[in-house]
């Protein structure tokens, strides 16, 4: 078995830009999607109801590509071709989801976003799994943490252009805004154009540079046991308190990529008109958009100090704090009544965020095992996966149903939901100090 030999920044840094590429796509989906499906009509259940497609999608696409893809590192290859197919399609979709109504040929343009919506999101956990699990197959153990912050930095840089790009294109170069009834516009159509091109370019960065690694492809002496109850029985207990943090992060921040644009536009615009034509709505997309960005910002920030908090404190106790400042931030998006008074809130978001997509897998890294990697993270991407499903079928029920389609009480559960990762935390990081 090959030694993992130390890397530099720039190999760790080309080993993570496939994440800029993909968090592109994803922020543009994320901060787009609930705003095309209402112009091609959908309302707020069946926008829910949608937004399932990408947790199902990883659900059932990861746990398969990470065992395929380790009986690929246990032959001495890599993981590329899986990386590579879903990067492609990915791109390909992306380019295709604001045409929806235009190359529509079946049903309706809702229908035809809607399927393009599920190659997207399978695409983008095909993707995904290899890029995630690159820093635990190439990296040392001493240098994961770090690997895992500087993955988050991409992640979170790749956000804030992809949730910009929209009001960048308009402010700064002129794409209308808004559109006719049930038409996409223009900034928002050629942000997808831009956000493909990007993606697929970052993917082949990082192909490239796991390509010059594979001699360090580990080649690992192990019976092929397929996925089995026997595999899914020996899941380490702290696997499992993990997930339960991972439950409540991830219901918290599925609740806002969902309800974040309504809420915005009723709370602080006091509009309720979800029409592509209308003005107070359009710049509530936009600016919607604009404080993604800036929580996708503080936690790229927040992701450079994470290698020292995590010697400092340790990474259960940093990760604790940082659920707990983005709880607070949640709460505080009620009682703000402008865009400016929304800024700290994002900016504490942004804190729980960076800490999400990093400490959860600093720690998981080091207590399964090395050769089932890819199907252990698989596995655990369950506990991010099923409380999106959970949001997705209730979510839009709930506020329509009981509290009268008022989009900001989504924001509130959220704030809820991450305050209690933050006490699950709390309660065992004793167990978690690893």
């Not at 209308?176 to 993917?203: H, M, R």
């Not at 540079?209 to 019976?223: D, G, H």
Request: include cysteine; aromatic fraction near 14%; hydrophobic fraction near 50%.
């Amino acid at each position: 078995m090959p030694n993992k030999q130390p890397k530099t920044n720039f190999q760790i840094i080309s080993l993570c830009t496939g994440f800029l590429g993909i968090q592109i796509g994803f922020a543009l989906q994320a901060g787009n999607v609930t705003r095309v499906l209402q112009n091609f009509g959908a309302d707020l259940t069946e926008v829910s109801l949608l937004w399932l497609i990408a947790p199902i999608s990883g659900a059932l696409v990861q746990p398969i590509i990470g065992y395929l893809s380790d009986r690929n590192m246990n032959t001495g290859n890599t993981r590329i071709p899986y990386l590579l197919f879903g990067g492609l399609i990915c791109a390909l979709c992306l380019y295709l989801l604001p045409n929806a109504g235009v190359i529509v040929s079946i049903g309706t343009p809702l229908l035809t976003g809607a399927l393009l919506l599920i190659v997207i999101d399978t695409s983008f956990n095909v993707s995904m799994h290899p890029l995630r699990a690159a820093i635990s197959d190439y990296l040392p153990t001493y240098q994961q943490p770090r690997g895992f912050a500087i993955q988050t930095f991409m992640i979170s840089l790749g956000a804030i252009l992809g949730s910009t790009l929209p009001y960048v294109l308009h402010h700064f170069f002129g794409f209308a805004e808004i559109a006719d009834e049930n038409q996409i516009p223009e900034n928002v159509k050629w942000s997808f154009y831009i956000g493909s091109t990007l993606l697929l370019i970052c993917i082949l960065i990082t192909s490239k540079a796991i390509s010059n690694n594979k001699q360090e492809a580990r080649i690992r002496n192990t019976t092929d046991e397929g996925i089995n109850t026997v595999q899914l029985q020996s899941i380490p207990s702290k696997m499992w308190q993990l997930g339960l943090i991972q439950f409540f992060s991830w219901a918290a921040f599925f609740f806002i990529w969902i309800f974040m644009t309504p809420a915005i536009s009723q709370h602080i615009f006091k509009e309720y008109n979800f029409s592509s034509s209308s003005i107070a709505y359009a710049k509530a997309a936009n600016y919607t958009g604009i404080l993604f960005g800036l929580y996708h910002l503080s936690a790229s920030i927040f992701a450079l100090a994470l290698t020292y908090l995590y010697k400092r404190l340790n990474i259960i106790k940093t990760h604790t704090l940082a659920l707990l400042i983005g709880g607070i931030g949640f709460i505080m998006i009620y009682f703000s009544s402008s865009i400016i008074d929304l800024y700290l809130p994002m900016i504490c978001i942004g804190i729980a965020w960076s800490s999400i997509l990093a400490s959860p897998f600093a720690l998981l890294s080091r207590i399964i095992p090395q050769q089932k990697i890819g199907f252990y993270f698989g596995i655990f991407n369950l506990f991010i996966t099923i409380p999106q499903i959970i949001v997705g079928f209730f979510g839009g029920f709930i506020i329509e149903n009981y509290f009268e389609s008022e989009a900001i009480f989504a924001v509130i559960i959220a704030g809820i939901s991450l305050l209690l990762a933050s006490l699950t935390c709390f309660f065992f990081r004793k167990s978690l100090q690893l």
